[in-house]
């Protein structure tokens, strides 16, 4: 093995001094022009590195002429390292002045050649023998670049007319690679005796090698093998071949059989499966090889036979076709879905027999697609992954993707995939709930969403103000729940008292904010520690919702509804509009205040027939009342002295009643 080795040579460089130069120039140079050593012609392309003690300094690339130069350098010791691609690495030590150029050109050796010929064990070869049997026509040899160059260009050259062949005769070979050649000769060309040659390998400027090739010949009237060499098969399928072979000499004494021998294992001889040809001249023959198995190497020599014995081919091969087959793939989950595309796509592992001529994907928004559905081609007719993208498709839809491939036994499907486009962007959908829970200064808000939108909601809530129609730009209370449909409830404090605030419940998403209808409602006056009940009317129903302690107008309350003896039999109370009226305050005989008490039971009447009727014991001890309302009645409510203050019973929205007539 050649071993490229670097090694130094120390050169001695005249430095040149220059007349008249200034002593303010306190810099020098070194300049130079490497050659070949032999040629003693410039190179171009070195790489020159200057170097200061261990430290790399400059680079520089010699020109077409050779010559490389580093300026302005101070006084000094340097070393210079060259490097040529095919030549042995130079180094020269250099000394410099200030106001001097450094001359230091340098010559550069070759690399010895790196070609070597040798046999199968990498031993080198001194020459091919072929000797004297009449069989023995084939040898072999190896073309080996030992650590030369990255690659080396190498080519053969053959003089001697009984060498018939040379296989491959040129090539390039990388550093460390191998190639093989083969050699045949045509012993009906040899002359009596010994016959000699030689093989030349020569290289891209890599060295050269000689290899010498010997056979010995026989006499005219010595019997010799014929000489033929194999054709390639033709007419492959999967279970048969067309093989054969070509004479060009018949031997002597001429063969008495000719044909070609196959088998699965390499170099077949008759003893394994031959097929015999016709004929007894020279020329190509051809033979059928059938009851081959498929997809299955052959090797076959074509042969012939006389009396000096059995004469083979060089040897070919052939592969039979497999079994038809469908190819084998699979399908790829659907990605970078949009509410109108997806790319789909499909990985083929086999490709079949033979290959597929069409591949892709086909979808449908029914199971199991087909090719009669969508179907998307892709390119290539290798195995491995590919993609399609479906376009056009419908919003919020559910697809079916199977990926396919087709070849001469029919569509092969991978197993089916499916996938959801995106819904159309769109907001929610909501409405607000009434408010409930008031006083002073706090009330208990609400929505209900009944669609989340696309995309769902990221945040809900409420927002208020005391102007109408507030946004979440005024005053808002997000609710921290997940987001699905249904009510929600959210509550507002620190609210000022006696005063009318709007409410709309919310919920935003990626499209933008939705809101439900708007609500209003009043906090209590927190002056009056009267015990009332507020009316709400609402699509023509009439109906208590909340308890409070309230100090309400009585034209909020009841509106038209007003207070008399139109309905009923009870006195008359003047109550001017815009007044407050203490309508559920009451006090026992000789209390301040009026005796709800005089006459039990005492109903009292409101026009549109809604009646409060007072309760008392025969020793005024506790009050009950309950209100009614076209034939409904409330619960019954019982206080017990010492109370001055009683509640309301309630009519709630389980119970509520419903007016005759239209109830503002």
């Not at 200061?52 to 077409?64: I, N």
């Not at 031959?274 to 007894?280: N, Q």
């Amino acid at each position: 093995m050649t071993v490229k080795r670097t090694f130094y040579l120390i050169v001695a460089v005249t430095m040149l001094f220059g007349g008249g130069c200034e002593k303010s120039d306190q810099t020098g140079s070194i300049s130079g022009v490497i050659t070949d050593k032999v040629s003693v012609e410039p190179i171009r392309g070195a790489s020159v590195e200057l170097y200061a003690g261990e430290t790399l300094k400059a680079k520089a690339v010699t020109g077409s002429e050779g010559q490389y130069e580093f300026n302005k350098l101070s006084s000094g010791s340097y070393k210079l390292a060259v490097t040529i691609n095919g030549y042995k690495d130079l180094s020269y030590n250099v000394n410099v002045s200030a106001g001097t150029t450094a001359r230091a050109d340098m010559q550069a050796e070759k690399l010895p050649s790196s070609l070597r010929v040798v046999d199968d064990g990498k031993q080198d070869m001194s020459e091919l023998d072929f000797g004297s049997a009449a069989s023995d026509n084939i040898h072999s040899f190896n073309i080996f670049n030992d650590n030369g160059p990255v690659s080396v260009q190498w080519k053969i050259t053959v003089n001697a007319n009984w060498i018939i062949s040379v296989e491959p005769l040129s090539g390039n070979l990388m550093s460390g690679g191998t190639q093989a050649v083969i050699v045949t000769i045509d012993r009906s060309k040899l002359a009596d005796g010994e016959n000699k040659t030689t093989i030349q390998i020569t290289s891209n400027n890599y060295g050269s090698k000689e290899l010498p090739v010997k056979a010995t010949g026989f006499t005219s009237s010595t019997n010799s093998l014929p000489v033929l060499t194999t054709s390639q098969a033709t007419n492959i399928t999967t279970n048969s071949a067309t093989l054969g072979g070509n004479i060009s000499n018949v031997g002597v004494p001429a063969y008495i059989e000719k044909g070609v021998c196959y088998s699965t294992s390499q170099n077949p001889t008759i003893s394994n499966t031959k097929i015999t040809a016709t004929g007894s001249s020279t020329g190509s023959y051809t033979a059928s090889a059938t009851g081959l198995s498929a997809n299955t190497t052959y090797y076959v020599r074509a042969y012939a036979t006389n009396t000096a014995g059995t004469a083979y081919g060089s040897q070919v091969n052939f592969i039979t076709n497999a079994n038809n087959s469908l190819p084998v793939l699979t399908t790829s989950q659907a990605t970078n879905i949009t509410t109108t595309s997806a790319t789909l796509g499909g990985n083929i592992s086999n490709a079949g027999v033979p290959a597929y001529t069409e591949k892709g994907v086909c979808y449908s928004t029914s199971q199991n697609p087909t090719i009669s559905n969508t179907k998307i081609t892709a390119t290539g007719s290798s195995t491995g992954s590919y993609t399609a993208s479906a376009t056009g498709l419908s919003a919020n839809t559910t697809y079916y993707v199977r990926a396919y491939a087709t070849n001469a036994a029919g569509t092969a499907y991978g197993s089916q995939v499916s996938f959801t486009t995106s819904g159309a962007n769109s907001l929610p959908v909501l409405t607000t709930l009434q408010v409930t829970y008031v006083t002073a200064n706090s009330a208990t808000l609400g929505g209900n969403i009944s669609n989340v939108g696309v995309p769902a909601y990221t945040e809900k809530g409420i927002c208020y103000s005391t102007s109408q129609n507030p946004t979440i730009n005024n005053t808002r209370i997000k609710v921290s729940t997940s987001n699905t449909t249904g009510d929600y409830t959210a509550s507002a404090t620190d609210l000022s008292a006696n005063t009318t605030y709007y409410a709309r419940a919310y919920a935003t998403n990626t499209v933008g904010t939705a809101y439900g209808g708007q609500v209003s409602f009043k906090t209590a006056n927190t002056s009056s520690q009267n015990a009332q009940v507020r009316f709400t009317k609402e699509k023509g129903y009439l109906y208590a919702t909340e308890m409070a302690i309230v100090d309400i107008d009585i034209t909020d309350v009841f509106a038209d509804y007003e207070f008399g003896t139109d309905s009923g039999t009870s006195p008359y109370y003047d109550i001017p509009a815009g007044s407050y009226y203490p309508v559920y305050y009451y006090a026992f005989p000789g209390s301040e205040g009026w005796n709800f008490c005089l006459d039990s039971p005492y109903t009292y009447y409101f026009q549109g027939g809604l009646k409060y009727t007072v309760v008392c014991s025969d020793d005024g001890t506790y009050l009950s009342f309950y209100v009614t309302y076209d034939g409904l009645r409330s619960s019954q409510v019982v206080q017990s002295n010492p109370i001055r203050t009683i509640e309301m019973p309630k009519i709630t929205q389980a119970t509520k009643v419903k007016a005759k007539a239209d109830v503002k």
